[in-house]
């Protein structure tokens, strides 16, 4: 018993983390941060943590070398930066429930792109999942409706990307095992990464900054990129701070630690519970007055138990 507790706590924390992360995401669109800004400081932020728990090694550098490396820390951002503008419309809990769209993404790109066949098992946990999110989707607010799925979308894409680079470049890089080899070379790689960003959106934003100071229409193309108040903006520094050293390096860890715990299929088995522990933060958020009154309704909740049930099915399937 308590060998089995030792190897469950951690993944337990992953879990929690990564519901902490959809509640703070939630706290942060709807207080006015603007998503990209938000993404590309926390995720500098978040390197200084990790390169301290990583320490100094010398097996990175292949890793570095790597084009995948690079392109799935990208999608990362993207993915993060996406995720973020979804929960403007729906609560924490609704979008992870959402985002299991990627399951149905992925096994859609294998079967046109990859030639592979659908299995007897993907097909019995299809049906909860899909009928869980047509719910979710059918109960969308008519305004809202439009945006959500775009941006989910667009989320979904970018995870699904970022996870088929990571089985592509798996087999370069089989004997890196290493725990603190990966975490140094997350790292590294998000902080390069979001320099990158940052340096390729400050012309952009340096050009809305004066449309808006001349008072001018900014251009469409301009106006979903952050000006250079937002990136300054003293809300979003703490709260990208906090989300850096509170939230993401620790979940980066336990999660790469999680995984050589108890493998992948078990911590997917953990992982099915993000939403219903997101679920509860949200409700504890609101009591202390840091999120917007929430419902979830009825017809939500079925959705989270069919969805819930089909994850749980997905990973006994593998």
């Not at 715990?261 to 202390?288: I, Q, R, S, W």
Request: aromatic share 14%; proline share 5%.
């Amino acid at each position: 018993m308590y060998y089995m507790a030792k190897k469950c706590w951690l993944p337990l924390v992953t879990v929690f983390l990564w519901s902490l992360y959809n509640v703070f995401a939630r706290w942060v669109a709807t207080h006015g941060i603007h998503p990209i800004a938000f993404v590309v400081i926390a995720f500098i932020f978040a390197a200084i943590p990790l390169l301290l728990i990583a320490g100094p090694g010398t097996r990175t550098l292949k890793t570095l070398k790597n084009p995948g490396t690079w392109i799935y820390a990208a999608l990362s951002l993207f993915e993060h930066m996406t995720t973020i503008c979804l929960f403007i419309y729906v609560t924490g809990t609704e979008g992870s429930l959402m985002q299991r769209l990627n399951v149905i993404v992925a096994l859609l790109i294998s079967w046109f792109f990859m030639n592979q066949t659908f299995k007897k098992e993907e097909l019995v946990y299809l049906f909860p999942l899909s009928f869980g999110l047509g719910v979710l989707f059918w109960n969308l607010p008519s305004e809202n409706a439009p945006l959500v799925i775009v941006c989910l979308l667009a989320a979904v894409l970018f995870q699904v990307g970022k996870t088929l680079v990571a089985e592509l470049s798996a087999a370069d890089f089989e004997e890196e095992d290493d725990l603190r080899t990966k975490v140094r070379v997350a790292a590294i790689v998000s902080f390069c990464t979001s320099m990158v960003f940052l340096m390729a959106f400050m012309p952009l934003s340096f050009v809305k900054t004066y449309y808006i100071g001349k008072s001018l229409d900014v251009p469409p193309l301009l106006a979903v990129f952050p000006s250079m108040e937002d990136f300054v903006n003293p809300h979003m520094v703490v709260a990208a701070l906090v989300f850096a050293v509170v939230i993401e390096a620790p979940s980066i860890f336990a999660y790469f630690y999680s995984v050589r715990l108890v493998g992948t299929n078990k911590f997917m088995a953990f992982a099915a519970l993000v939403p219903l522990f997101t679920l509860a933060m949200e409700y504890m958020f609101m009591g202390v007055g840091l999120l917007r009154s929430i419902s979830i309704s009825m017809e939500s909740l079925a959705a989270m138990a069919l969805i819930s049930l089909a994850a749980f099915m997905k990973v006994v399937s593998d």
